[in-house]
């Protein structure tokens, strides 16, 4: 990748270049999230598992992902940010082989524990690397492409499953070699990774990591290459400025408030995004849309083509983001999504309230709730994937100030990924226990209470250097 710039001018090619190399860490992110979900049958059958086996075996990566997610913010304040890319991407590949050769649930488990910990480090380390060589003007953008990664590592995955199924006879069939046709759903994985391993190696490290470790020569080497030699000295000494007043490198006690004492607002702010996100329970969609769809009477059929309008809507409210998300700015898109995904919620609750249910327990909803519910929910997954899907990311990416940017992603992304393991775990008791309707009346409250979060807590950082960034 030397060839991508030139010293004397920089290059916005290369800039790109490099930030889509982060980005392939979303669509792993996206693939390993995605992969597990056509295995469940040859994991059950292979280690001969009850169902709470099972569904630990499944949500077991969520552990690692909070795990990866807190430490991966620090390490990368003392290793640096393409160190931690890279330590994920071995972890991808390890995780991808040792899954599909385990033999036992603690030998599986302990290998999606590990996918878990790449998971979680990318999901804070990209789009913080991104947003620390991207000009202002289109970090945004760049930054955007990270959601849109994911979302296609889900598909890709779903996509692969299906293939190697359908090929096969199924997921316990044997295919290549004599192996059992879910265990090469996890090792096509493999490929990605790989490639992704293999691209870090020709990126540089962030420019603002190396000032803040002292390494200004080397920094500058690397501005240079971004946006030109005689930018580059200017933004190392902006850099420097920015911290100044810190005579010691990162360290988590720098999120403390000297003045008043317990955490900064800045990373309040940050946690309050990264939770939102969550509550909002758009990884109900994602996780349980088959077991939505049919406990909303459809069939199996209709739910997996529902899933795949709902995947295919995702992508292209993604897109709408990338093109306007530096022009129309941070907030006035996370604003208008809370408000939207606030109404469309509510109606998905009211669609499913009141609607008589069969001796089974399942909802017979008419056509025309029905119809309402298919429309809303899309409505929504739409909405959310044009504002706090991305938007949240390039938030957590550049909203902290150079000193804290990696402690505070490490809390922000710990407390993002609890927040995700609370509503997955706890939406089969809610509908057990209380329906859709009320469960989905809960995702509204929270929906209605990100409007408020956004409209009083959140400050626009549309076209701010991380300079500029205040906590």
């Known amino acids: 990748m030397n060839t991508a710039s030139h010293p004397e001018k920089g290059s916005t090619a290369f800039v790109i270049l490099i930030s889509f190399v982060a980005t392939i860490g979303g669509f792993l992110f996206g693939f390993d999230s995605g ?29 690692g992902c909070a795990v990866g997610a807190f430490f991966a913010g620090r390490l990368a304040d ?54 620390e060589v991207a000009p202002a003007h289109y970090r945004g953008m760049l930054t955007s492409v990270q959601q849109i990664a994911i979302i296609t590592g889900l598909t890709a995955a ?13 997921s316990l069939a044997e295919f290549w070699f004599g192996y059992e046709t879910w265990r090469w759903m996890f090792w096509i994985e493999l490929v ?6 293999v691209a870090l190696l020709g990126i540089p490290e962030s420019p603002r990591y190396l000032v803040v470790r002292g390494e200004t020569v080397r920094a500058e080497g690397v501005l240079a290459r971004l946006y030109g030699r005689a930018i580059a000295a200017i933004k190392v000494q902006e850099i420097k400025d920015s911290v100044a007043g810190e005579l010691h490198g990162p360290r988590f006690s720098d999120l403390i408030d000297k003045q008043k004492g317990g955490l900064r607002f800045i990373v309040w702010v940050g946690i309050g995004l990264a939770v ?87 909802l017979m909803m008419s056509d025309s709730a029905g119809l309402l519910a298919l429309i809303a929910a899309n409505a929504y997954v739409f909405l959310f994937n044009l504002s706090w899907g991305p938007v949240m990311w390039i938030m957590l990416g550049e909203m902290f100030p150079n000193q804290i940017r990696g402690s505070g992603l490490a809390v922000a992304g710990l407390a993002q990924w609890v927040a995700n393991f609370l509503v997955t775990a706890t939406f089969p008791v809610l509908l057990v226990g209380l329906g859709l309707s009320a469960a989905y009346g809960i995702y509204t409250f929270f929906a209605a209470l990100s409007v408020v979060f956004v409209l009083y807590f959140v400050h626009e950082t549309k076209g701010l250097e991380l300079e500029e960034m205040k906590g």
């Not at 590949?93 to 302990?110: D, K, L």
């Not at 990605?192 to 391993?197: C, V, W, Y």
């Not at 069939?299 to 530096?326: M, P, R």
């Open 276 to 362: 939102l996100q969550q509550l909002v329970g758009i990884n109900v969609v994602f996780y349980y849309g088959a077991v939505l769809w049919q406990a909303a009477g459809f069939t199996e059929s209709d739910a997996l083509a529902i899933n795949v309008i709902s995947g295919s809507i995702s992508i292209a409210a993604c897109f709408i983001t990338f093109f306007f998300v530096d022009k129309i700015g941070r907030k006035p898109l996370l604003w208008f999504g809370s408000i939207g995904m606030a109404i469309t919620l509510g109606l998905v609750a009211y669609a499913f309230a009141g609607e008589p249910v069969d001796e089974a327990g399942n």
């Open 192 to 197: 990605p990774a790989t490639i992704f391993l």
């Open 35 to 63: 992969v597990i979900n056509g295995t469940v049958d040859g994991l059950q059958t292979a280690f001969q598992s009850d169902s709470f086996g099972t569904g630990f075996s499944v949500s077991s990566m969520l552990l």
């Open 78 to 131: 003392t290793y640096g940010r393409r160190t931690l890319l890279i330590t994920a991407a071995v972890f991808f590949i390890v995780s991808a082989w040792g899954s599909g050769i385990a033999n036992s649930t603690t030998e599986f488990v302990f290998y999606r524990i590990l996918g878990g910990l790449a998971v979680g480090a990318a999901s804070v380390m990209a789009p913080a690397y991104i947003s």
């Open 158 to 170: 779903f996509l692969s499953n299906y293939l190697l199924a359908n090929v096969a006879g199924g």
